[in-house]
């Protein structure tokens, strides 16, 4: 049976690649890897989310399910005032994650773990993910979702990319139900950034 990019420990082979790209108007290097998501290119999903982001001028950022750390290292390259986590269930993507914040000279605290099990009582000015839609929306989606507010400071936001026909009006049913307010703040190539201010 193939391999999810989801695994906590992939079995698959550690196939290395290299992807060079530009985001925010900066220049990017990503090291990826065979068993992690989106190891050929930045997912269209993740580049509308990064191209769209917006980011607190101080504070705590997470970016939930990390992968390879693009949408992090973006956020700590954009402002380097920022304190930047990010975290994922993969320990090969956390691995990537951390090699690659160094790659890219940036500084970020990289976690492995479950939802937000990794960051323990630490709240955020922003939690931010392209979340894992094949892990299930029931099983991991949804309570990334429902766990944010307890998560964030009053006031701070949550950012999700989803694709509008695989599953964005279920999300935004739940992002809805769970902060009461949401708006699509950016949407291109079929995907859609639901954002939500906790109040
Ligand atoms: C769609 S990918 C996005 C990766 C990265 N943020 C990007 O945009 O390139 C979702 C990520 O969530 C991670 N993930 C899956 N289940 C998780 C869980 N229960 N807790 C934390 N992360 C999880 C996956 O390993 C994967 O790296």
Not at 102 to 124: C, D, I, M, S, W
Request: hydrophobic letters at 35%.
């Amino acid at each position: 049976m193939s391999e999810h990019y989801f695994s906590e420990s992939p079995t698959s082979p550690d196939e290395r690649g290299l992807i060079r790209t530009k985001l925010r108007g900066f220049d990017f290097e990503f090291e990826t890897s065979s068993g992690v998501f989106s190891h050929k290119r930045v997912d269209s999903g993740t580049r509308l989310l990064v191209e769209s982001m917006t980011l607190p001028e101080r504070g705590r950022v997470l970016d939930l399910g990390c992968g390879i750390g693009v949408v992090g290292i973006v956020a700590a390259r954009l402002n380097p005032a920022l304190e930047v986590w990010m975290t994922d269930v993969n320990s090969r993507a956390v691995s990537l994650a951390e090699s690659n914040t160094k790659r890219n000279g940036v500084k970020a605290t990289v976690r492995q773990g479950n939802l937000y099990e990794p960051v323990g009582g630490a709240k955020f000015d922003l939690i931010i993910t392209n979340p894992p839609m094949s892990a299930g929306i029931d099983a991991v989606v949804r309570p990334m979702i429902k766990g944010a507010p307890a998560h964030l400071v009053g006031g701070s936001a949550f950012q999700l990319v989803v694709q509008s026909n695989k599953g964005g009006r279920t999300l935004s049913g739940i992002i809805d139900e769970t902060f009461g307010n949401f708006e699509v703040t950016s949407r291109g190539g079929g995907f859609r950034v639901f954002t939500a201010k906790r109040p």
